[in-house]
């Protein structure tokens, strides 16, 4: 994304003589995410201004071969993430938190895909085995509490009534929602099959708690980014369709969804809006709107793993090297 060049007043005064002397001036433009140049082969956790279209590096990840499910506190002051050391397996993975400059840096044990309570006090997350489930624990590691030996890839609803997960049913996979307020479990499909036989993990709440974005395969061709409406009829609509993509979702507002997609300029993954609207899908519920990239993100590197702030106005995303 590019922007005009405006001069200072020093300048100005210069471009004036020169205009007045007959010489030309061209327009100056300045790269708005111009990408840093020093440790290029490293992880780095960015955020980008969705109003101004400007990206910046808010910290090299220098320890962690992979760092994934960033999520963003309530205040914005706190960043949660999973990383895996070099030469660890992926089920080793550590939750962790620090500051937006990647300072005060906290291992809160063994997890993955950290979800905020609304108010910070708390994450939902998940744990590979011996320990295997869906979890909560405080801000601080403290208090782990057990939720679902069998779930999945928990995530709190921006209503902070209810916590969804992945489950396996009678029919086939399904979400959990778990009730905080009445403490109460129950399945999305109900013992109906959704038509796939997989959910993928990192899906997401809509910020009106009424819809969870998702990846489902095993229905049709390739992949479908998804997403089905929580309630007493569950109904899915097929927003996007393509062979293989990363399964990690945020949402814009109520009617777009982010996720990585291989982009054909940067012959790379890039940060793609996804429309969401029901009504932005045909008869047979497939998009009629093509997924559109996102502006301003650093480009021909792997861009994925956002995150949108509770305003709508920022989107936290982890950025990796090319491959060559």
Sequence with gaps: ??????????????????????????????????????HAEK???????????????????EDFSTAGSPSLSPDGKTIAFDGVSPGSAS???????????????????????????????RLAFSKYSPEQGVWLMNADGQNQRLIDQQGWSATWSPNGRMIAYSRSSNAGPDFVIF?????????????????????????????DS???????????????????KVGAKPAIVEHFQKESFPADFTWLNNEGIVTSIWSKSQKCPQLFRIAAAQDSTDGDGESQIPP??????????RNGEADVSRDGKLLLYVSQPAKK
């Design 292 to 301: 559109v990239e996102i502006e301003g993100q650093f480009q021909g590197r």
């Design 43 to 61: 992880l780095w956790m960015c955020m980008l201004d969705l109003e101004t279209s400007i990206s910046r590096r808010l910290f090299v990840l």
């Design 91 to 121: 089920s080793s993975a550590h939750i962790f938190t620090c500051n937006m400059d990647g300072s005060d840096l906290k291992d809160l044990g063994p997890g993955a895909m950290p979800s905020w309570s609304p108010r910070g006090s």
């Design 210 to 228: 009424q819809r969870i974005c998702f990846k489902g395969t095993g229905k049709g061709q390739g992949s479908h980014v998804c997403s089905v």
């Design 1 to 38: 994304m590019k922007f005009r060049y405006v001069p200072s007043v020093k300048q100005s005064v210069s471009i004036m003589i020169l205009v007045i002397m007959g010489f030309p001036c061209a327009a100056q433009e300045v790269d708005r995410s111009a990408v840093p140049t020093d």
């Design 179 to 207: 009730n905080l307020v009445e403490d109460e479990f129950r399945y999305v499909f109900n013992d109906i099959s959704s038509g796939y036989s997989s959910f993928y993990w990192n899906f997401a709440w809509s910020p």
